[in-house]
């Protein structure tokens, strides 16, 4: 991970910063080839259960205040914190400048008052059972208590977008928990950012104060069989593929529990009213080029397969225009993207051989590429690539859902209704609306559960 200086002659390693209880470490760094970073002392990294985390015992109401107050901060980029995460970002992400640029542009939202306090609500019914213990009535007339207590975090943070290390902030500060961040080595710069400008909005606060942010390569048992136990966290809250979750896994075991967002794939649904008119399918179409190229379709939520209802012909109109629409730049998408790899374009090259059965339109420039297919491709589009299957009936696309299957797009909204209950019986999390599939609201559950309420450790007074 080496820079580059304004004249385009190659830079030295790229320094990292590490948080280590809401400070930057100062200590000597470490050069590890890419980049350098600040050797790990485990000690700091943990807090002894002996005594409560730093801020187990501060109002929620004040944490929700520095959370704004951080909001603010991220938005005006007074310290220049992000400014100087996205220089380093740019030259190495998979993302575009121009992605990267809009989505820091928006860090912000995830720390507004109303979507905050919509978390609390929504998903542990109120502040009261965070700021102490909440009454509740049982049968024979039995009164209990049941607390939302603060837990200690690992959190292994995936970076395919920069939101998830806002989320991954915002959720261990709303459980007063003590919270140890992984950068990964696709996003070593949003974290830490993030962490700094909240310290230098709130500098030594509580809540500060509970926060590390470092690297080390996944899988480092020599770190990872060190920090991975119950003596230290209550919970590892792993992002990330399949050989991320498997390597969490191995750690497991009496108090020491996974909460994994796991590997995720999404698809999209258009049903036949998208053909009453020229101007109802150019919508679908622009729906459904949206939901594809979120984040370049580097996110769980990009949609890769697209199901139409209807003949061959109406799926290549729709084919034809979605093709278009893919090389629009959005708020979270370029118009270009990276060229399509080798091996891809060896599998796309067979399938345009055998037309009619399949159709291909687009290049291998970045741009956007639509296969239509009468059956699934057996590969996994990628960096923009769609492919879409004509079916007589939206049901039938549902034996194409499963567990990995995080978010349905459906066009239009008011078929959703007749789809979802069969949906979420395949496995699927999310059913939206064709377009919003970027993106998820605050208080909604996430990969099927509640975040906020998986993370806190719920403990009774009987």
Known sequence: MSGTTLDGTAAGPVA?????????????????G????????????????????????????EIVDLLVETGEALKADRAGLLAEALERMAPVSPLP????????????????????YAQIDHELGGADVLDGWREVRL???????????????VHIIAGNAPGVAAMSVVRGALTKGVNLLKLPSNDLFTATAILRTMAAVAPGHPVVRSFSAVYWRGGDEAVESVLFRPQFFDKLVAWGGESTIRSALKYVGPGFE???????????????????SEESLARAADAGAAD???FNQQACVASRFQFVEGSWDDADRYAALLCERLAVAREFSSAGGPRVAGELREEIDVLRSIE??????????GRGLVIRSPEPVDFHPDGKIVDVVPVAALSEAVAHAGVATQTVGVYPDAR??????????????????????????????????YPLQRLMRWVNDE
């Open 16 to 32: 990292v910063v590490h948080v280590v209880r809401g400070e930057v470490d100062d200590s000597a760094p470490v050069d590890l």
């Open 34 to 61: 890419r980049f350098t970073a600040p050797g790990l002392d485990l000690n700091r990294l943990v807090w002894p259960r002996t005594e409560p985390g730093p801020a187990f015992h501060v109002p929620v109401a």
């Open 97 to 116: 400048a121009e992605v990267l640029e809009r989505a820091y542009a928006v860090l912000w939202r995830s720390f507004q008052r109303a979507g905050l």
């Open 139 to 153: 049968p024979e007339n039995r009164i209990a208590a049941t607390r939302a207590f603060p837990p200690r975090l």
């Open 258 to 276: 996974l909460v994994s967002f796991d590997p995720k794939t999404s698809i999209s649904m258009i049903g036949r009213e998208a053909f009453a």
């Open 292 to 294: 594809a190229t979120f």
């Open 356 to 365: 009619p059965e399949y159709r291909v339109w687009g290049g291998y420039d």
């Open 416 to 449: 959703k209704a007749e789809l979802r209950d069969a949906l979420a019986c395949a496995g699927v999390q999310r059913v939206v609306s064709l377009g919003r599939a970027g993106g998820m609201p605050p208080g909604l559950s996430h990969d099927g559960f």
